[in-house]
């Protein structure tokens, strides 16, 4: 992964074979990625690489990251549990995620043209970094596929791990071990990712 801010807008983020390739998508979205870049810049956000992307922070909080992928680009918001959203633009994540939180843009004149709606979204999350202020906790009631549940109940040691595991940690293996169709697949994924509990990981962590 890269390290250098301007490497991402020239060579991409050094994730995958794409990087520093025509294909690579930071090249599709050059114009808009400056764009972005230059809106997050103006509200005096310190810009920093983070996981091989643009990410811009204030004080110790992440604000927003700046992300490119071959049908879209993004800009997407740390906390979004806390932002307003009056113009109902954020999208979610995906499927599993609890609050929007991201601006996906398809065309590189988007930026230009929503530049004042995405100043404002960065000034009221910058709002709430300085005032210290975080989402509330949300009791999370996460729905274990059955054989997970019967393996911590049969396993004292997996069990006490697992309750120590994050919310969004335990949830990351309730995901990946449900979505197996088959038993023995699913049984199968439960003692590959015994070690991983047992470390504190998630399921997506190495």
């Known amino acids: 992964m890269i390290t250098r801010i301007e490497d991402y807008f020239s060579r991409g983020c050094g994730r995958c074979a794409r990087f520093d390739t025509p294909d690579c998508s930071t090249r599709q979205w050059h114009s808009g990625l400056a764009e972005l870049r230059q809106v997050c810049q103006q509200t005096g956000l310190l810009e920093t690489v983070k996981w091989g992307h ?43 995620a609890r609050h ?40 999370v009631t996460i729905e274990l596929p059955e054989e997970l549940a019967d393996s911590l109940a049969a396993d004292p040691e997996l069990a006490e791990a697992f309750q120590k595991l994050t919310p969004g940690r335990q949830k990351s293996y309730a995901i990946n071990i449900g979505s197996a169709k088959q038993v023995a697949t699913r049984m199968a994924r439960i003692t590959r990712f015994r070690d991983k509990i047992l470390a504190g990981k998630g399921a997506l962590e190495r």
Do not use: W
């Open 54 to 96: 643009p990410c811009y922070v204030q004080g110790n909080r992440n604000i927003a990251i700046i992300g490119a992928f071959r049908d879209n680009f993004r800009l997407s918001f740390f906390n979004a549990a806390l932002l307003k959203d009056p113009q109902g633009v954020l999208e979610k994540q995906g499927p599993h």
């Open 100 to 139: 929007p939180g991201i601006l996906r843009f398809t065309a590189n004149p988007q930026v230009a043209e929503m530049a004042p709606l995405i100043r404002s979204y960065l000034e009221e999350a910058i709002g709430y970094a300085k005032a210290g202020t975080l989402p509330k906790k949300e009791e």
